[in-house]
């Protein structure tokens, strides 16, 4: 499924929600979608941060590091 296809659906599950509630079924289906949504930002935002580096006041690029 494609990323806009989740967050369309989503809002189309969150509107629902707004105005008539949602059944079982559709709770579970937007609490999926969500995780789905949210697995997606953090991968992109782990593949940003591996191709950052910072630049030192000597010119020196390092590359940044995961918190141990």
Known sequence: MKMNDVIARINVLAAK???E??????????DKLRR???D???????????NTYIVGPDGKKRKVTPKQ
């Open 21 to 30: 509630g949602l059944t079982d079924d559709e709770l579970a289906e937007r």
């Open 17 to 19: 929600a707004k105005t």
């Open 36 to 38: 789905i949504y949210i």
């Open 40 to 50: 997606s930002v953090k991968a992109n935002l782990v593949g940003q941060l591996e």
